[in-house]
């Protein structure tokens, strides 16, 4: 009986070639699926545009606070530039502003409720008194109070005051003291102070609550 050839009833040994193209076929895989779980796993990017239509602008640098010290709604001394550990929406007002201020302060306040607990732990609002003239510690604490939103405030010395305002690039106009029911002229934007103590940004006025609670957490994720 005539002997077949080895390819009629076994495989023929794999050749270095092939050999070659298998590993690299296996490296590849490796390589592919190694990055498709970088991208499925990597922090949610935050989109300029999104954020830009909710308010936040982001700054290209961070800027250093100046260093002064201002007196908290407890009367205890706050370095400005020590205000770290936490995100902080810094916003100027007075507490007997008649319009933008509570109107302000009602919005955060309705952010604050549409935050998740995580985002809150590293999240504050400070508002700080461009009218110092009335705005005492225990004025400030009542104000804030009747929020009961956890706000904080800071008062002090106007010129420190306005220093600090010029430096986040919220800039006010002092009132007129020597009348009786005088109005100070200021904004609704928000200085966004991140917890190394350095302005990553503004909050633009008008607030949109729902749209800021939609984008302010992928920020606040940040260090």
């Known amino acids: ?8 009833h076994e495989p023929e040994p794999m050749t270095r070639i092939h050999k070659t193209v298998l590993i690299l076929a296996a490296v590849i895989a490796l390589v592919l ?25 982001l700054l290209p640098q961070s800027r250093a606070l100046p260093a002064l010290s201002l007196t908290d709604e407890n009367g205890q001394p706050q370095a400005v530039d020590q205000l770290k550990g936490r995100w902080t929406l810094l916003f100027f007002g007075y507490t007997f502003c008649p319009d933008i201020c509570p109107t302000t302060l009602a919005e955060l306040r309705q952010l604050k409720a549409q935050l998740p607990p995580e985002v809150l732990e590293r999240y504050t609002v400070t508002m700080v008194s461009i009218d110092p003239n009335r705005d005492t510690p225990e004025q400030l604490r009542q104000y804030l109070g009747y929020y009961k939103a956890g706000f904080t405030g800071l008062t002090g010395e106007l010129a420190q005051i306005q220093q600090l ?9 002092p009132g007129d003291t020597s009348k009786q029911h005088y109005t100070v002229d200021h904004s609704g934007n928000l200085a966004l102070i991140g917890p190394d103590g350095r302005q990553r940004g503004f909050i633009r006025a008008p607030l949109n609550p729902t749209k800021l609670a939609a984008q302010l957490p992928q920020v606040l994720k940040q260090e």
Do not use: E, H, W, Y
Not at 165 to 173: D, G, L, M, Q, R
């Open 1 to 8: 009986m005539a002997r077949l050839p080895p390819s009629a």
């Open 33 to 57: 699926g190694l990055t498709v779980s970088k991208v499925l796993n990597a922090p949610q990017q935050t989109d300029p545009t999104a954020l830009a239509d909710a308010g936040i602008i």
């Open 165 to 173: 305002a010029n430096a986040v690039s919220i800039p006010f106009i």
